[in-house]
């Protein structure tokens, strides 16, 4: 009868070790198995949702000529003007020559209808190249960019710093601007000049 009670405890000593034994050992099962298994990065598609964007630059100060320009996937249509008019300020990664001048900050961009409103800083305006050509290409640079890339908008009106009715040495501002095509053809008008030598001035034109 002295045998029970010694079965008893060699019972209660060894249940518990057993327990703990095959914790232990599915613990190391565990980490072997995660140590073979090859883990996954998450599957990301270079390129989801970027697009094309068309921009023009000079090509031999003479003239506009496309750039072909991968953005970034953006939300809505203001969103992806921002990002497209923040490359064309970057300037041409060809042989082309940048239009905008150097400094050039886009301050605010709104979308009504068929009409873009673009705000720049006044370095566009003070830093612009002397000269009907340069003033146009810079303008319809922008003019163009955004008509070709945003279907939907057919007139783009420039603000400088708040101001509406900007007027550049020969070009007016105040009124928006339709895309001009043609300068990707030929050289930039020279400004008219009436018979005492002033220059004559027109709207979205050389002045």
Same mark, same amino acid.
């Given at each position: 009868? %002295?045998?029970?009670?010694?079965?008893? @405890?060699? #019972?209660?000593?060894?249940?518990?070790?057993?327990? #703990?034994? @095959?914790? *232990?050992?599915?613990?190391?099962?565990? $980490?072997? =198995?995660?140590?073979?298994?090859? &883990?996954?990065? &998450?599957? !990301?598609?270079?390129?989801?949702?970027?697009?094309?964007?068309?921009?023009? #630059?000079?090509?031999?100060?003479?003239?506009?000529?496309?750039? %072909? !320009?991968?953005?970034? &996937?953006?939300?809505?249509?203001?969103?992806?003007?921002?990002?497209?008019?923040?490359?064309?300020?970057? /300037?041409?990664?060809? /042989?082309?020559?940048?239009?905008?001048?150097? /400094?050039?900050?886009?301050?605010?961009?709104?979308?009504?209808?068929?009409?873009?409103?673009?705000? *720049?800083?006044?370095? *566009?305006?003070?830093?612009?190249?002397?000269?009907?050509?340069?003033?146009? @290409?810079?303008?319809?640079?922008?003019?163009?960019?955004?008509?070709?890339? #945003?279907?939907?908008?057919?007139?783009? $009106?420039?603000?400088?710093?708040?101001?509406?009715?900007?007027?550049?040495?020969?070009?007016?501002?105040?009124?928006?601007?339709?895309?001009?095509?043609? @300068?990707?053809?030929?050289?930039?008008?020279?400004?008219? +000049? +009436?018979?005492?030598? %002033?220059?004559?001035? =027109? +709207?979205?034109?050389?002045?």
């Amino acid at each position: 009868m %002295a045998a029970h009670p010694r079965k008893k @405890l060699t #019972f209660s000593i060894l249940i518990p070790f057993l327990v #703990f034994l @095959l914790f *232990f050992s599915i613990m190391i099962w565990q $980490k072997y =198995r995660s140590s073979q298994e090859v &883990p996954v990065a &998450p599957s !990301r598609q270079i390129g989801e949702g970027s697009r094309s964007a068309t921009l023009f #630059f000079a090509a031999e100060g003479t003239r506009l000529a496309r750039e %072909a !320009r991968e953005i970034e &996937p953006c939300e809505d249509d203001t969103v992806c003007l921002e990002s497209v008019l923040d490359e064309l300020l970057n /300037g041409p990664v060809g /042989g082309y020559e940048k239009t905008v001048p150097e /400094g050039t900050v886009v301050n605010a961009v709104r979308i009504e209808g068929d009409l873009a409103t673009i705000e *720049f800083n006044r370095t *566009f305006s003070d830093a612009m190249l002397s000269g009907s050509s340069a003033e146009m @290409l810079a303008v319809y640079s922008v003019v163009d960019t955004v008509a070709v890339n #945003f279907p939907q908008i057919q007139k783009v $009106k420039i603000n400088v710093d708040g101001n509406e009715a900007v007027i550049l040495r020969h070009l007016d501002l105040s009124d928006s601007l339709e895309p001009d095509y043609s @300068l990707e053809h030929s050289p930039s008008a020279e400004p008219e +000049k +009436k018979s005492d030598g %002033a220059t004559t001035m =027109r +709207k979205g034109g050389p002045r």
